[in-house]
């Protein structure tokens, strides 16, 4: 990433921030049944996105790596689990805020809590592993395998964990019938929200893989 | 000399069995591991009934744990003592994975029908449904044989070998574990067990060996 094009994602990132805070604290009303904590599940959701979106494109660079043996697809693997690892932390702890205020209780096993629980102990387990390699190749090796692996979990925390646990967490944004379940000023604010979380991973990850250019050219 | 998958599969399992048989200290620690704990439980309960559910999950919790103790060893003894470039040589990859996969299979069948009939008999359980409980422990040792094998090659020549193996498998092996509590617990008498999570429970560890033989080959060939 180049200078240039650092600043212009730095640009839209602030912009969308501010968009984002706007429209959240200025714009949204309270939500029945939720009232002003609803404002939470427009950082939370994005948070929770990214988190499944940083462990989507480390198993698909890690597949890279499988195919073309080049390490920079590992760095890109390493960077984004690593940039997932921290995003899947704070929607656990934003989930953890939203849930004690909404049910009364910080934890309680909701299939959600239990898949995004699943997700923060894959992460962990990929980069233990990374740590545990010293040699570059082999380390790059088993972790693409372990990504890709890991990622078999996917159909189950999906399709199988809310059918075998009840559930509070509210439907997701787009029901079963394929409608929206959301007033369109909300989820109108939920899409800046994403824009806004995609955009600072993608930042995030170049911005690391810069940084590594410089330390290994150095 | 080219031999057939089946051949090749069959001689490496006989090959695990063998040393296997011949040092008996893995089996003996994976095999009194599972008893030191379950003796554990039973004390700490002083023949306190239990629920179900928590009978379980403490049945699982064991299987598990000692699970670990026997199937991280498959390719990190052969890694020790030097085998690991003769088999490379010799054996064809998926013949080598899956003739480890059968034998970590066996082992965890062997665990299984050791610990179950004391856990039975040391926390006084009642199995309603018997043929239930040994689907879910034939399927749930399947699951464990198939992530197991693959982790166990992923985390041979790491240096914090053993710990890593539980790390790695925790997250693999959870849409195994999960259901099989909750029909162990159906088993147990705790409510009904949906037939579905059977299948659920067959399927994903379909899925597993389907998963460690596609990728196995990017481990078992070097650069």
């Known amino acids: 990433m180049n200078l240039k094009q650092g600043n212009v994602l730095l640009a839209a990132i602030g912009s969308l921030t501010l968009v984002l805070l706007y429209l959240v604290f200025w714009v949204v009303p309270p939500a029945q049944g939720l009232g002003n904590y609803v404002r939470i599940a427009f950082f939370h959701i994005p948070l929770a996105w990214v988190s499944v979106l940083a462990f989507f494109m480390s198993a698909g660079w890690g597949a890279g790596y499988l195919r073309r043996r080049e390490l920079r697809f590992d760095a890109l693997s390493a960077a984004s689990a690593k940039l997932g690892l921290i995003f899947v932390v704070l929607a656990t702890v934003s989930g953890a805020i939203f849930s004690k205020l909404t049910w009364g209780a910080y934890w309680n096993w909701d299939p959600r809590q239990t898949t995004i629980f699943v997700l923060l102990l894959i992460y962990g387990a990929y980069l233990t592993l990374r740590a545990a390699m010293p040699e570059p190749n082999r380390r790059a090796r088993v972790s693409a395998v372990y990504a890709l692996f890991s990622f078999l979990t996917v159909p189950f925390l999906v399709f199988v964990i809310p059918r075998l646990f009840f559930s509070l967490h509210p439907s997701p944004v787009i029901n079963g019938s394929g409608s929206l379940a959301m007033e369109p000023v909300m989820f109108m604010t939920l899409m800046v929200g994403l824009l806004d979380a995609t955009l600072v991973y993608v930042w995030l990850v170049q911005k690391r893989i810069s940084r590594e250019n410089r330390e290994a050219a150095a | ?223």
């Not at chain 2, 994976?30 to 009978?55: D, H, I, K, N």
């Not at chain 2, 699970?67 to 490379?88: I, K, M, N, P, Y």
């Open chain 2, 1 to 223: 000399m080219q031999q057939s998958i089946w051949q090749g599969i069959k001689l490496v399992f006989r090959k695990e069995l063998v040393a296997g048989l011949r040092f008996k200290a893995a089996w003996a620690a994976m095999l009194m591991f599972a008893l030191t704990t379950l003796a554990c439980v039973s004390m700490a309960m002083q023949g306190g009934m239990l629920e179900p559910r928590l009978l379980a999950a403490l049945l699982w919790i064991i299987l598990f744990f000692a699970s670990l103790a026997g199937a991280d060893r498959v390719f990190a003894d052969e890694d020790t003592v030097g085998t690991l470039l003769a088999l490379r040589i010799y054996g064809r990859s998926q013949a080598v994975l899956m003739g480890k996969m059968l034998y970590t299979f066996f082992l965890m069948v062997v665990l299984a029908t050791f610990i179950t009939p004391l856990f039975v008999l040391l926390l006084d359980v009642t199995v309603t449904v018997p043929g239930l409980l040994v689907g879910v422990l034939l399927l749930g040792c399947g699951g464990i044989a198939a992530a197991g094998t693959l982790v166990a090659a992923l985390t041979t020549g790491a240096n914090i070998h053993s710990s890593l193996f539980s790390i790695l498998m925790l997250p693999v092996i959870l849409p195994v574990f999960l259901p099989a509590i909750s029909l162990s617990a159906a088993s147990f008498g705790g409510g009904e067990g949906a037939i579905s999570y059977l299948a659920g429970m067959g399927l994903y560890d379909l899925i597993l060996v389907v998963g460690a033989s596609l990728l196995f080959d990017y481990l078992w060939y070097e650069d």
